[in-house]
């Protein structure tokens, strides 16, 4: 996640999503007023959405029931606020409780973006409701997660379980990626005080090598080094200048810390590679004029849904996140008139 915030002008936020099983996501549009959850657990808090929102979407498979639920993994609200998952080992979630109200982790992108209008209200409403496993999937287990809440203010929450209990914190630099959980991370950039944009001495033929002010920075896929490497870039990148640059900076942004398709590979029992994570999608977030962005690895036109546009008091509606076109043919303009 990055975000890109000239002075409050431009509020952009980004993502990738990285996993090693393709997913079958869909873009749905939630309406104002839908009511959640569809599973509710045992003393269960439910809902009616005040925003309507836009999330990326898998559908689960439910044991013992001959329904899906859906999932929301990224999502912007008709507020601005965005609030999006990612895969943290070692989270540990909350015993159900009887005193105060429970809501599943699979609900939680739900929860967040139908409810609040700023990341000051996702922490008082996250204050409000005990957050447990969700563990009644069909064939699998819930994934451990956190999470990370941005606003059209600017301001950002993460969101770990750790040793049981849930934790928030306000997101200083506005990044973050996956294990080990948050504390450390930053503890981990101290490591990497002395990166620059300057150029250092270095130099090939009487000439400095342009970037050598960032040698040192890791450039591996583990979530470590994509925390240094984005933090290290957003705390230089030039200040953006209109709406498309914003979004290409992000777009520029996100591309390194991207995870091509084959370039991580498992080992299995029969010493055969198997596929580990790739970026399936991509997202950018206006929360300025709540707009969301996103691409594919194999599509990297960005497709655009303009919030305002929509009608959040009709009927849920649903596009596919892998679209058709994925190349501008300008063919013409140079072929002979």
Same mark, same amino acid.
């Given at each position: 996640?990055?975000?890109?915030?000239?002075?409050?002008?431009? $509020?952009?936020?980004?993502?990738?999503? =990285?996993?090693?099983?393709?997913? =079958?996501?869909?873009?749905?549009?939630?309406?104002? &007023?839908?009511?959640?959850?569809?599973?509710?657990?045992?003393?269960?808090?439910?809902? @009616?959405?005040?925003?309507?929102?836009?999330?990326?979407? $898998? #559908?689960?498979?439910?044991?013992?029931?001959?329904?899906?639920?859906?999932?929301?993994? =990224?999502?912007?609200?008709?507020? &601005? *606020?965005?609030?999006?998952?990612?895969?943290?080992?070692?989270?540990?979630?909350?015993?159900?409780?009887?005193?105060?109200?429970?809501?599943?982790?699979?609900?939680?992108?739900?929860?967040?973006?139908? #409810?609040?209008?700023? /990341?000051?209200?996702?922490?008082?409403?996250?204050?409000?409701?005990?957050?447990?496993?969700?563990?009644?999937?069909?064939?699998?287990?819930?994934?451990?997660?956190?999470?990370? /809440?941005?606003?059209?203010?600017?301001?950002?929450? +993460?969101?770990?379980?750790?040793?049981?209990?849930?934790?928030?914190?306000?997101?200083?630099? &506005?990044?973050?990626?996956?294990?080990?959980?948050?504390?450390?991370?930053?503890?981990?950039?101290?490591?990497?005080?002395?990166?620059?944009?300057?150029?250092?001495?270095?130099?090939?033929?009487?000439?400095? +090598?342009?970037?050598?002010?960032?040698?040192?920075?890791? &450039?591996?896929?583990?979530?470590?080094?994509?925390? $240094?490497?984005?933090?290290?870039?957003?705390?230089? +990148?030039?200040?953006?200048?209109?709406?498309?640059?914003?979004?290409?900076?992000?777009?520029?942004?996100? @591309?390194?810390?991207? /995870?091509?398709?084959?370039?991580?590979?498992?080992?299995?029992?029969?010493?055969?590679?198997? *596929?580990?994570?790739?970026? @399936?999608?991509?997202?950018?977030?206006?929360?300025?004029?709540?707009?969301?962005?996103?691409?594919?690895?194999?599509?990297?036109?960005?497709?655009?849904? =303009?919030?305002? @546009?929509?009608?959040?008091?009709?009927?849920?509606?649903? +596009?596919?996140?892998?679209?058709?076109?994925?190349?501008?043919?300008?063919?013409?303009?140079?072929?002979?008139?």
């Amino acid at each position: 996640m990055i975000p890109v915030d000239a002075e409050r002008q431009y $509020v952009v936020t980004g993502r990738t999503m =990285d996993f090693g099983q393709a997913m =079958d996501t869909i873009l749905r549009m939630i309406p104002r &007023g839908e009511s959640f959850p569809i599973l509710p657990p045992a003393n269960g808090y439910h809902w @009616q959405n005040t925003y309507g929102f836009v999330a990326m979407t $898998v #559908m689960l498979e439910v044991e013992h029931l001959e329904i899906d639920a859906p999932y929301y993994s =990224d999502g912007l609200n008709e507020k &601005g *606020l965005s609030a999006a998952s990612l895969w943290l080992p070692g989270t540990a979630y909350p015993e159900p409780s009887t005193s105060i109200q429970n809501v599943y982790v699979a609900d939680m992108c739900a929860l967040i973006l139908g #409810m609040a209008a700023t /990341v000051d209200d996702a922490a008082t409403l996250l204050e409000s409701v005990n957050v447990i496993d969700f563990p009644i999937l069909r064939n699998t287990n819930y994934p451990p997660l956190h999470f990370i /809440v941005c606003d059209a203010n600017g301001d950002s929450l +993460i969101v770990e379980f750790l040793n049981g209990a849930m934790q928030t914190t306000r997101c200083g630099n &506005g990044v973050m990626t996956n294990a080990p959980d948050y504390g450390w991370h930053l503890l981990n950039l101290l490591n990497y005080e002395n990166l620059t944009v300057f150029n250092n001495t270095k130099q090939y033929a009487g000439q400095e +090598i342009n970037g050598s002010g960032m040698l040192g920075a890791p &450039g591996d896929a583990t979530p470590p080094s994509r925390f $240094v490497r984005i933090t290290s870039m957003l705390g230089t +990148i030039y200040a953006p200048e209109s709406t498309q640059q914003s979004i290409g900076l992000a777009s520029q942004l996100l @591309q390194t810390v991207a /995870v091509p398709y084959g370039t991580i590979a498992n080992i299995d029992k029969q010493n055969q590679q198997a *596929l580990a994570d790739y970026t @399936q999608w991509s997202v950018v977030r206006d929360h300025a004029n709540c707009v969301y962005y996103f691409s594919t690895p194999f599509n990297p036109t960005l497709q655009m849904v =303009d919030l305002n @546009q929509l009608d959040f008091t009709g009927p849920k509606r649903t +596009i596919p996140v892998a679209q058709p076109a994925w190349y501008n043919d300008l063919t013409d303009q140079l072929a002979a008139g």
